[in-house]
């Protein structure tokens, strides 16, 4: 049983859709990863689910909840979270403030949050008080994660996390997603390295021009060669 | 003694004055560059928001003096001052509900926010000289002179004077408590960090669970409180004239672009740049080199650089420098 589901959507900006019928589902404390060519409608796909894009047909559920009509604010109060690509921190303020900033919405105490947040992301706890802005790009982005954790969602959503930093700390970003999964939350996430990614994925989706194409585990599709071959490159 | 009578002649005439103007310039700046970082666009409307907040200070101020209160040697118009704050609150944010919410909602660009609030300063300059004429109005009382010219020369007997007039100090004590108490607002406190998050990264603030609606109410507020405060000031300091404080609205902007727009520390580090340039450019320094020069060198004009009449180039020719070569300000706010 799926616990967030974005079923049948179709959907555009415009007059134009760009999803057909593009299913998307991830599971209690899963990973889903969303793979597939430039322009295939990855991130437009994340967007639908959040609300963020008009659906013309299809349906969002989160749990039993039919949320297709919801802003992205009030479903960020039922406890989603979502990881821009880009623009994803404040930067004229600090680490911490940021992180503060993330859990606006709650009124107890955010200290444990804040503590798991720098156990996840020890280099968070040192550079605290610097601007966000001035961090190293992956820095960046675990300021961004950070701050989407601080709301304790049961659904991460992450738009290219490890777009623009480098290969080893794109390991380390994958690793501390799959420890985020472990705690319980859901994770749905677009990636360009489609290979990490569904190595590390529950569950996976290739879209191509805004349909499914192909569905399956993540080692599965992995193992598929026909996958192997127009996507991953051999 | 010679260089201690020029340096009392320069504190009296030009770095105490422009160190008050520059207090002024500095709470009119951060209603500017308020209302430009998180409204994000460039209020023409606040000079005339300030001549509003000050009208109905006057007019709540010779209510009170008809009664007989006063304030001791403080000017009653101190007094009066949280009337005429609650009312331009209310005034600009019934403004903002009935004519900025309408275009804020259709996302219009910044530049069409620009003409809908030159109309908006239309309305509200009308509204004042509707209330209180367009007249010079004098409301000032209270003690004049904390130190006056002749009190200082019997103490220092130097043929200089310096006065230090009430207002004078009074602009620079509340400009720094009103400053300080904004800083620790917007750095401490919840709803200040959220509108500093709004400004910042306004989707992701969204994303946040801040409350747009929120954010821009308290915005107004405090737009309100900061222009009424400024243009009391400003009235006490001088005179009040409603044209006057239509023309503010040029040093306030360059003092907002100086420091960059959306910057609170720049709109008060601008401030100063403007006041202190405008003063010493229209400053006739004929007599404080009598003071510094050996007599065969003293120059036979006044030296005064440019005529207190187009004291308002000084701001232009500012505004236009900045925006040639360092279009973010001296402190980094949003390039305009």
């Known amino acids: ?234 | 003694m010679d260089v201690l009578n020029a340096l009392v002649l320069l504190m009296n005439y030009v770095i105490i004055p422009a160190t008050s103007y520059g207090a002024q310039l500095a709470l009119g700046g951060l209603g500017v560059t308020l209302v430009y970082g998180i409204l994000r666009f460039s209020n023409f409307a606040h000079g005339d928001t300030m001549a509003f907040g000050t009208t109905i200070t006057i007019l709540v101020t010779w209510w009170f003096q008809s009664m007989g209160v006063n304030f001791g040697v403080l000017p009653t118009a101190l007094l009066a001052l949280p009337f005429g704050i609650a009312a331009t609150a209310a005034l600009v944010l019934l403004t903002d509900r009935g004519v900025y919410r309408f275009y804020r909602k259709k996302r219009v660009a910044p530049v069409f926010m620009v003409i809908v609030s030159t109309g908006v300063m239309f309305v509200m300059n009308g509204l004042t000289r509707f209330i209180i004429g367009v007249g010079d109005q004098n409301f000032a009382d209270g003690a004049r002179f904390l130190v006056t010219a002749s009190q200082f020369k019997a103490w220092s007997g130097l043929e200089e004077g310096l006065a230090i007039r009430v207002t004078t100090a009074l602009t620079i004590a509340t400009a720094l408590v009103v400053v300080a108490a904004l800083f620790w607002f917007l750095r401490t406190t919840r709803t200040g960090k959220s509108m500093r998050a709004f400004s910042d990264n306004e989707d992701l603030a969204l994303l946040s669970g801040i409350s747009p609606d929120k954010v821009v109410r308290v915005t107004w507020l405090l737009v309100g409180a900061l222009a009424t405060i400024a243009g009391v000031l400003y009235g006490l300091d001088k005179s009040f004239k409603p044209f006057n404080y239509f023309q503010l609205l040029l040093p306030i902007f360059a003092a907002a672009v100086v420091g960059g727009l959306g910057n609170p520390l720049g709109a008060i580090a601008g401030g100063f740049v403007v006041a202190f340039s405008e003063v010493t450019v229209t400053y006739a320094w004929k007599k404080v080199l009598s003071y510094l020069l050996p007599p065969g060198l003293v120059p036979g004009g006044l030296v005064q650089l440019l005529s207190t009449d187009y004291k308002f180039a000084v701001s232009f020719a500012i505004l236009v420098v900045v925006l040639l070569f360092r279009p973010t300000g001296l402190f980094n706010g949003k390039s305009l």
């Open chain 1, 1 to 234: 049983m799926s616990f967030l589901i974005g079923e049948r959507m179709t959907g555009g900006y415009g007059p134009v859709d760009i999803l057909h019928e593009c299913t998307l589902a991830v599971g209690k404390g899963e990973i889903a990863v969303i793979v597939g060519p430039n322009g295939a409608g990855k991130s437009t796909a994340m967007k639908a689910v959040f609300g963020m894009l008009n659906l013309r047909a299809g349906q969002v559920r989160l749990g039993d909840m039919d949320i297709t009509g919801l802003s992205p604010q009030d479903r960020v109060a039922l406890g989603m979270a979502f990881v821009p690509q880009t623009h994803n921190i404040f930067t004229s303020m600090t680490v911490e403030e940021n992180l503060e900033m993330g859990a606006f919405l709650r009124r107890d105490d955010i200290r444990p949050t804040l503590q798991l947040v720098y156990d996840l992301f020890p280099v968070l706890r040192d550079k605290r008080r610097q601007a966000a802005g001035e961090l190293s790009g992956g820095q960046r982005q675990q300021v961004a994660v950070g701050r989407a954790l601080m709301t304790r969602p049961k659904v991460l959503m992450l738009d290219e996390p490890t777009a623009g930093v480098s290969p080893i700390v794109m390991d380390e970003l994958l690793d501390r997603i799959v420890e985020v999964a472990r705690s319980g939350i859901s994770i749905l996430m677009v990636e360009q390295n489609a290979r990490q990614a569904l190595s590390i994925a529950d569950k996976g989706y290739v879209l191509v021009q805004g349909a499914n194409r192909f569905t399956d585990t993540g080692a599965a599709l992995l193992a598929n060669p026909e996958v192997r071959r127009t996507f991953l490159g051999g």
